[in-house]
């Protein structure tokens, strides 16, 4: 079984949730499919199909305008959320303590973190790539809890281009020997960044890769569906 993850980011309305649904619940798979909807889509899923939500906040209710709470993740029957996405990180100013306190105020309400971390493309060229993403790793996970940790290379966000295989399994391998020091050995560890239909069966073939974290490619039924065929 690998996770299967969409993130529809700033994007998509009633009916295209619709549509990819209920495309989705017509597929035999034994992976785990979850969409990661806008706030405003998270309500009202007729098709069974598990939704995640893409930011958290890390208090508990008050004057935070604009901010979401556990507790609203919670009563909206939200079972995963995305925390430290790389676009959070950067246009919001996300650190490392804050991922760790949005992490961990998800799992206080039952929710499962999806903690992404990942360099940038200048970290990556001064050869920095292991132990930005060892730092952020052990930085922003909660300190008990289950939680998912998705390796996004900032640089291959949106971009087309990914990482080579060897890359993946040295960074993965480095991911999960960072999480065995912390006993923390049966995190699944995802891939994300310009996966699509082409590469998905690749990279999921790799070791300690236990599934995707899939941006544009999950909008839609055409590019998101053979993605599905092609792990199972
Ligand atoms: P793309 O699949 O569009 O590159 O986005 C990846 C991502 O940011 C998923 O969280």
Redesign the pocket.
């Known amino acids: 079984m690998k996770f299967i993850i969409g993130?529809w980011?700033m994007n998509g309305n009633t009916e295209q949730k619709d549509v990819l649904l209920k495309s989705i619940k017509n597929v035999q798979t034994n992976n785990k499919i979850v969409i990661?909807l806008p706030f405003t889509l998270l309500h009202g899923n007729d098709f069974g199909i598990t939704i995640g939500a893409q930011d958290i906040s890390e208090h508990t209710n008050g004057a935070y305008t604009g901010d979401i709470s556990g507790q609203m993740l919670k009563d909206a029957n939200i079972k995963y959320v995305?925390v430290g996405?790389?676009?959070r990180r950067f246009y919001h100013n996300e650190t490392n303590d804050i991922v760790k306190a949005k992490a961990t105020t998800a799992v206080a309400y039952g929710i499962t973190p999806i903690i992404?971390i990942g360099e940038t493309q200048s970290e990556r060229n001064m050869g920095r790539t292991m132990s930005v993403v060892k730092k952020m790793l052990l930085e922003s996970v909660p300190d008990y809890g289950e939680y998912i940790i998705?390796y996004?290379p900032r640089w291959?966000?949106?971009?087309g281009t990914t990482p080579s295989v060897s890359e993946i399994k040295a960074i993965h391998e480095t991911i999960f020997k960072t999480l065995r020091n912390i006993n923390r050995e049966n995190t699944p560890i995802l891939y994300?960044?310009?996966?699509?239909e082409e590469n998905a069966k690749t990279i999921t073939s790799v070791a300690h890769v236990d599934g995707l974290?899939?941006?544009?490619?999950?909008l839609k039924s055409d590019t998101f569906l053979p993605i599905i065929k092609s792990i199972d």
């Open positions: 993130n980011k990661c995305i996405h790389s676009e992404c998705a996004e291959a966000i949106g971009s994300g960044g310009s996966v699509d974290l899939i941006g544009r490619a999950s």
